[in-house]
């Protein structure tokens, strides 16, 4: 593999991605596609703007004209789709834009990829089209979608249309499904950097219900090591599952995250539930294993404090975020349902 076309690489799965491969490929370019959205952040990959391997173009993935015309001369031999709205919460506000990017936007990747003949298309989605699991078991790749969010419908309808373009078009599409990801560089709208950026600032950590919701918590670069091996070795229609044996409750987990940081647990606001909030996420990864050869390596404790050092040395990062566009999604999600 040459060139890639990497959609969403401004966000925080798909620069741990473009990261990885170019470190990892010296022989490979990457074309970044973002939109930057209030989640797209050019920041993140700023220690490759000088490399003549990465190149970044800002479009989005729902216009045809900019897509066709980035794959028009056949230099491009795959495309891995990161590009969504990913946050459940807002999806719960207001799920146009997600029908929109996440639908729309990869019915219009799939249709260019095909014209164009792009050799392979790796669909990224997640654990969530699976629907919440009870106190036992694990998810599957033959579990039925049974999505409970508008980002999960949308999700799930995405990865029915990969589906439906490799049965009827044999087109090369693999799907990769994966569990909740920590790591850096992740928005502060998700739990893990949302929760440390409020503890550093003595702010409240609003844990949602009773906070015993479970999520199964895979570091970021394990998730994108997985993507790597199912573009190069995973067959055609077939789907995924990457999880990190990691399953914690929230509030569990914000124990673990006020311990290390050495804050007190009177920081934690219990707020009114997320509506139709998913209780346990959890993956049986056994065929990413068998035909991948993948397996996560990283430990959540390692990769936990590795994550909130991050943070720690990048505390202006977050802050340049919150004190600008995010500052006034977070009052309107939060500031009148703090108990
Ligand atoms: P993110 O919100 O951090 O990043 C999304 C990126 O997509 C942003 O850079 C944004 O600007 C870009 N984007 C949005 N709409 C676009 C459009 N119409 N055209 C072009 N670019 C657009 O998301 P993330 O957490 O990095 O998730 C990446 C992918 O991985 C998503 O498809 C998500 O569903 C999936 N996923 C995420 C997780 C997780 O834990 N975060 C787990 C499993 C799967
Ligand atoms: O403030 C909060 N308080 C809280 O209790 C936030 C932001 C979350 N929560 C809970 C809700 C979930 O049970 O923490 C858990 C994790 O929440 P999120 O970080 O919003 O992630 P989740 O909803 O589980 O979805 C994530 O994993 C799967 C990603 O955002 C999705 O893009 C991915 O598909």
Not at 47 to 70: H, M, T, V
Not at 82 to 95: G, N, P, Q, Y
Not at 217 to 223: K, L, N, Q
Request: some cysteine; overall charge negative; aromatic content about 10%.
């Amino acid at each position: 593999m040459q060139r890639m076309l990497v959609t969403g690489g401004c966000g925080f799965i798909g620069s741990n991605f473009i990261r990885l491969e170019l470190q990892t490929n010296p022989n490979l370019s990457i074309i970044n596609v973002d939109k930057l959205t209030y989640a797209g952040n050019l920041e993140n990959l700023a220690d490759f703007q000088n490399d003549s391997r990465y190149q970044f173009a800002r479009g989005d993935i729902c216009d045809k004209e900019f897509i066709n015309s980035l794959l028009k001369d056949g230099s491009v031999d795959a495309v891995v789709n990161f590009a969504a709205e990913s946050h459940v919460d807002r999806s719960i506000l207001d799920s146009s834009p997600f029908v929109q990017t996440n639908i729309v936007g990869t019915q219009n990747l799939l249709d260019c990829s095909r014209q164009h003949q792009i050799k392979r298309y790796l669909q990224v989605s997640t654990d969530e089209v699976y629907g919440s699991l009870g106190d036992d078991g694990k998810f599957t790749e033959e579990t039925p979608l049974a999505p409970n969010s508008p980002y999960s419908a949308s999700k799930a309808a995405a990865d029915m249309l990969v589906r439906a373009y490799v049965h009827t078009f044999n087109f090369p599409a693999v799907t990769t499904r994966c569990s909740n990801n920590y790591g850096p560089y992740q928005f502060p709208e998700k739990l893990i950097p949302l929760f440390i950026s409020n503890a550093l600032q003595g702010q409240s950590l609003p844990v949602y219900g009773t906070g015993l919701n479970i999520r199964d918590w895979i570091h970021v670069e394990d998730h994108c090591r997985g993507i790597g091996a199912a573009l190069r070795q995973g067959k055609v229609g077939e789907v995924y599952n990457f999880g990190g044996n990691s399953e914690l409750t929230n509030l569990d987990l914000t124990y673990a995250l006020l311990e290390a940081l050495g804050k007190p647990r009177t920081l934690i606001r219990y707020v009114s539930d997320r509506p139709g909030h998913d209780h346990r996420y959890a993956i049986d990864a056994t065929k990413a294993k068998r035909e991948l050869g993948w397996e996560p390596k990283t430990i959540f404790q390692e990769g936990l404090r590795q994550t909130i050092d991050w943070y720690l040395s990048n505390s202006a990062w977050i802050e340049r975020i919150k004190s600008g566009v995010y500052r006034s999604y977070y009052e309107q999600q939060y500031g009148s349902r703090l108990n």
